[in-house]
Every structure is written in C-alpha cells, then in structure tokens.
C-alpha cells in the first residue's frame, strides 16, 4: 500500500512538473511575441504588430523542424533569432528572442 501511495505521489509530481513547464513556456513565447510586437522598424518607425510577430515565430518553428527531418542525425544550435519582415514598409529585420532586442539587419 505505501509503494502505492509513493507512486502516485511521484506521478503527481510528475505531471504538476510538466503542467508547470507547458504554462511557463507558453508565457515565455506570448511576452517574446508581445516584445516583438511593440518593437519599431529601423526603417519606417511603425510598430511589426502581433500578426508579423506570429508569422515570423511560425516560420522559425517550420524552419528547425524541417532541418531536424533533413538531418535527425545531427544535434542542430538553432540561432535564437526571427526573421520578421515590416508590415508596413517591407523592410527585413531579425529579432533575438533570447535578448528581445533586434540585431543586425536580415540579408
């Protein structure tokens, strides 16, 4: 009976520990997101806004999963960086979503 009540105990443990991580990655993206999203473009002043923020974190994802099918045998180091393109003057920009900051222009 008292292994019983240690397993369910681990296993609550367990899945509070996993529940926890699914809520605090998901904060972590919606305030990288928001960050990008207030952020101006160097070229024309206005703000990327939210759609452009989720564009540009959706193709990041797309882009690590397809390079993970194209090669599972290697441990790839993603560059922390979103590629984000003006909604308003089409200018190109890469967010660090590490620092929240934009860095060097996107070639």
């Not at 609550?12 to 990008?36: D, I, M, N, P, R």
């Not at 759609?51 to 290697?74: F, G, H, N, T």
Request: charged share 20%.
């Amino acid at each position: 009976m008292e292994i019983a009540i240690a397993a369910a105990v681990i296993l609550a443990a367990v899945v509070g520990f996993f529940a926890w991580l699914h809520y605090w990655t998901k904060q972590v993206v919606t305030s990288q997101l928001e960050t990008l999203a207030r952020l101006p473009c160097r070229s024309c002043g206005a703000t990327f806004g939210i759609e452009a923020s989720q564009k540009a974190c959706a193709e990041y994802v797309e882009y690590c999963i397809q390079r993970r099918k194209e090669r599972p045998d290697l441990r790839i180091n993603f560059a922390p960086r979103w590629d984000i393109r003006c909604p308003k003057c089409g200018a190109r920009a890469r967010f660090n979503f590490e620092s929240g900051q934009l860095v060097a222009d996107a070639a």
